[in-house]
């Protein structure tokens, strides 16, 4: 089941609305959150909803046994044992055939290939429970007594198969209790109707688009960066548009999880953009990567290197991920010994304006990579004039014509424009008018995102497959 999805918009949210304020006692409330969360995945995956409740109560064991004892060699083989644990489960379903595959490339060898469909959102949930048992360990979180609770927490809907990656420390009061008032629960719907929108309005006719674009027979320089271009949008309103259905749903319920796009392509580094692109993903490597091999403190460089290449591993199974990771390794580097250090001694407009290009071009050439899982090196060839017999053709321009509007609003709904304005305006607008126009704004871009999904087929998520 997909958020952006007729039944789930006006048959699963409804249910789960009355089911939930009807009624009024907490671990009630919880139940219905569980039983409504595990239909939510069981629709899509009837099997594997087994394998992430096995993935929890593994994790509940280890997280009590670590609360059990204060030697600390014990609980340091606990927590090895929790990690091992979910990592294998993980690599067998993420990464078996990939190794497989390239261990037969290799060596000419021939290992059976396994086959295994991969769970949605192994890699998030995973990273979940992990994240319970190393803040146990660290005694940043207390052990969590419930296994219920524990089970909510992992298998809460809005954030289980695409994220954001909602720690556990930063929500364990909220298990126990929370509260919903009407201003609260408005705020969430905006959030969600905002997200819908970003997702059936704007990135499922990027998709359109890029589609066409890339089935021309003719190759050429201008649809490729075209195409480039678009699939970059495409992925920012697809994956932001998840995470604020997310973040909304969950404040509707009276979670408050943490932001995890801060309008990334208006950034003027590499390094910028990884603090504001996917934040929940990038903080958890920091936390237990980066830092624990020894942060900025001790082999830096190195540090870069194995965290950007687990990035771009747990993106997918595929050599471009990894490609697209090392990529970003090296010009973060970069950044940091030469880049960042030159924009310091020249004016800032002109610090911003070269940055911001460089930013822009860096990304999109960036999403290439991670477009192109096969044909990669051809593809990429291709942005650069290599291969291609001219720089533009009438059937690219026509299509970019045809969609001049589309690309126009992508553009600006991905720069802050709007949230800056409505800080300088809010306070001298009345709080009942505030709420009729967020209303207004909730009925409009849920209605025409409806219309937008009732001749859509299936479209999921793009992080679905990670």
């Excluded at 932001?240 to 796009?261: C, Q, T, V, W």
């Excluded at 899982?373 to 001219?390: C, P, R, S, V």
Aim: aromatic share 18%.
């Amino acid at each position: 089941m997909v958020f952006s999805n007729l039944f789930f918009l006006y048959v699963f949210l409804p249910l789960l609305f009355a089911a939930y304020f009807i009624i009024k006692n907490d671990a009630y409330r919880r139940g219905v959150l569980v039983a409504f969360s595990l239909l939510f995945y069981a629709w899509g995956e009837p099997v594997c909803v087994f394998l992430m409740i096995g993935l929890v109560a593994a994790d509940y064991l280890f997280g009590r046994l670590i609360g059990a004892t204060r030697v600390q060699s014990v609980r340091k083989l606990w927590l090895t044992l929790a990690i091992v644990s979910n990592l294998g489960v993980l690599g067998f379903y993420k990464y078996l055939g990939f190794i497989i595959e390239t261990l037969n490339a290799v060596f000419n060898v021939s290992i059976p290939m396994v086959n295994v469909t991969m769970p949605i959102g192994i890699s998030f949930f995973t990273f979940q429970t992990m994240s319970y048992v190393i803040d146990v360990y660290r005694e940043d979180a207390e052990v969590q007594k419930s296994f219920f609770r524990l089970l909510l927490y992992v298998s809460f809907f809005p954030q289980l198969i695409a994220g954001p990656i909602v720690r556990y420390k930063d929500i364990e009061a909220q298990l126990d209790s929370r509260s919903v008032s009407v201003s609260e629960f408005n705020e969430g719907l905006f959030r969600f109707a905002r997200g819908l929108a970003k997702k059936a309005l704007i990135a499922d006719s990027c998709a359109t688009v890029i589609s066409s674009l890339y089935a021309l027979t003719d190759v050429t320089l201008l649809s490729r960066w075209a195409g480039a271009v678009f699939f970059t949008l495409q992925l920012y309103f697809d994956f932001s548009g998840y995470s604020d259905m997310a973040i909304g749903l969950g404040r509707m319920f009276g979670f408050r999880f943490l932001e995890n796009f801060d309008y990334p392509l208006i950034s003027t580094s590499a390094t910028e953009f990884w603090r504001r692109w996917h934040i929940s993903l990038g903080t958890f490597f920091r936390d237990y990567v980066y830092i624990p091999l020894g942060g900025n403190r001790h082999d830096q460089q190195r540090n870069i290197l194995v965290v950007w290449f687990l990035t771009g591993l747990w993106h997918g199974a595929a050599w471009n991920f990894i490609l697209w990771g090392l990529y970003y390794a090296f010009l973060l580097m970069f950044e940091k010994r030469v880049l960042l250090g030159w924009f310091k001694r020249i004016p800032k407009l002109a610090a911003d304006i070269i940055g911001h290009v460089y930013t822009v071009f860096i990304t999109v050439f960036g999403f290439a990579i991670f477009y192109f899982d096969k044909g990669l090196l051809k593809n990429l060839g291709y942005l650069f004039g290599i291969g291609t017999a001219y720089g533009t053709d009438i059937f690219t321009e026509s299509i970019l014509l045809d969609n001049i509007l589309l690309l126009a609003a992508a553009v600006f709904f991905a720069i802050p424009v709007i949230p800056k304005l409505w800080e300088r305006v809010k306070d001298r607008i009345p709080y009942t008018a505030e709420r009729i126009l967020k209303t207004a704004v909730v009925v409009v871009l849920i209605g025409a995102a409806t219309v937008r999904l009732v001749g859509n087929s299936y479209s999921p998520f793009l992080y679905f497959r990670f």
